[in-house]
């Protein structure tokens, strides 16, 4: 199974861009790499979805390089109310939907 | 209209009681799972029903049983609650297309505590 590595944490500023990079080296031909955000106390909620080159939709963009062993989640002009924890998740029904999350990455967003 | 719904929001009780968590979606999906996520923050997965049909059993304690009625409903039955089960348990779904397992949808989870 695919496994996932994202920062810890990241901080930054209204109105600013915040890229998060995961990484899965061994991922398979089959998975999708699928982008999750979860505010406290609430269950984690789609952000975006792509299998490779770029995905775009109304909140991110997905970059994913042609060896697709990383994804980069893209989000343009946060606001406060975009600090959550955003998890890179990979996988694939050929892995028998074992939709396996990272650590996530702590998005802090400051006024 | 909630999508995927799950009772208890809360549930605190005390060591070696048994425990039931009902989830119940009105997506029409045909995937349905549970989740564990620690203090950590951690997501595991616990199974996952396809119509009805458990697909993944990831190394939970037999302790744990899901039970799938129909595909709407994807039960889960916790004996002999231990320390170590205080988390929150989420419960989604998801509709499978092709090799695309799909988005999952989450319900709010239901926070466990044991004493």
């Known amino acids: ?111 | 209209d909630t999508a995927v719904s799950q009772t208890p929001k809360y549930l605190v009780t005390q060591m070696g009681n048994d425990k039931s968590i009902k989830c119940e979606q009105n997506l029409g999906h045909d995937t349905m799972y549970w989740y564990k996520q620690d203090s950590k923050k951690f997501l595991k997965i616990m199974f996952s029903y396809n119509n009805k049909e458990l697909i993944i059993n990831e190394t939970v304690p037999n302790r744990f049983s899901p039970k799938s009625p129909d595909k709407a409903h994807l039960n889960l039955h916790i004996n002999s609650l231990e320390l170590g089960d205080s988390a929150v348990y989420f419960c989604a779904s998801s509709q499978v297309r092709g090799r695309n397992t799909g988005e999952l949808f989450f319900g709010e989870g239901s926070r466990l505590t044991v004493l």
């Open chain 1, 1 to 111: 199974l695919a496994k996932t590595t994202q920062p810890i944490s990241m901080d930054s500023y209204e109105g600013q861009e915040v890229n998060i990079t995961c990484s899965h080296n061994n991922i398979a031909t089959n998975d999708y790499i699928t982008w999750y955000q979860q505010f406290p106390s609430q269950g984690p909620r789609f952000i975006i979805q792509g299998y490779k080159t770029k995905v775009t939709n109304e909140v991110a963009s997905l970059f994913i390089p042609a060896d697709r062993k990383s994804s980069t989640l893209s989000l343009p002009r946060v606001s406060l109310s975009d600090t959550a924890v955003y998890y890179c998740l990979v996988g694939s029904k050929a892995a028998g939907n074992k939709l396996t999350f990272g650590g996530g990455t702590r998005v802090l967003v400051k006024p």
